[in-house]
């Protein structure tokens, strides 16, 4: 089994990082988390690069965190590993643009809302499952929240139900949903490598400063909170119950 979770490369301008797990979903195990830190910070300290595209390879591009570390507890280190990540990508002085053609769950949903500017096709699914193992969409909030209509973030994140790219455009999680993502990302890509990379590191604070604010005065709280969940034993029983395909037990009859 490769030990390389994350593609890189660079083509005119663009850094493409590809999350690349797909025998766990691109889950978020302390080893993508670092290779995907590492990948950005590359990115981020290349002269040549305009932008970042991030995308994945397989069904799905990212499925939160990776539930058969989490249920071997001790989630503090992983919740401040996935929180600096979102930090990363929100602060990063070069445009990130999500390109997604696959199933988005839980932690997944924060990396999307971190991106600038994102773009899903018609494979693209959606959700906030947290609620239906046990625990809260506490850190992603820091990313998600200042994006989406009030009403919408109420619905998903209590129902933690299933919705396509046009409803996650709809409610502002994602730019735009397309029917050919290859198109429609290369034409976004093409747009910022016609921009000047002063006027695009110079810009994007002025997008994302109100985000960094969240992180300043509450993403502590919240990582100890989503410690705190992931180590309870209702979450316990719900991560259980979702590895063995089965309803935990809390679940309502039907």
Known sequence: MSDQLVQYSVSR????????????????????VGQLT?????????????????????????AGADLSEASQGGMRDGAAGVLALLRQIVALPKPVVGSIDGHVRAGGLGIVGACD?????????????????????????????????????????????????????????????????????????????????????ETKPLLTSGMLDGFEAR??????????????????EGMAAFLEKRKPSWAAAD
């Open 13 to 32: 301008g663009i850094a493409r990082i590809a999350l690349d797990s797909p025998r766990n979903r691109n889950a978020l195990s302390a080893a993508l």
């Open 38 to 62: 590492d990948a950005l910070a590359g990115a981020a300290a290349d002269g040549t690069v305009r932008a970042v595209e991030l995308t994945h390879t397989g069904g799905t591009f990212c």
């Open 117 to 201: 500017i994102v773009l899903a096709g018609p494979k693209s699914t959606f959700a906030f499952s947290e609620v239906r193992l046990g625990l809260a969409p506490a850190m992603i909030s820091l990313t998600t929240l200042p994006r989406l209509d009030s009403r919408a973030a109420s619905r998903y994140y209590l129902t933690g139900e299933t919705f396509d790219a046009a409803a996650a455009a709809r409610i502002g999680l994602i730019t735009e949903a397309v029917t050919d993502i290859d198109a429609g990302t290369l034409a976004v890509l093409d747009l910022l490598r016609a921009c000047s990379p002063q006027g695009l590191r």
């Open 219 to 236: 993403a502590e709280a919240l990582a100890d909170l989503s410690a705190r969940l992931f180590g309870s034993q209702e979450a316990a």
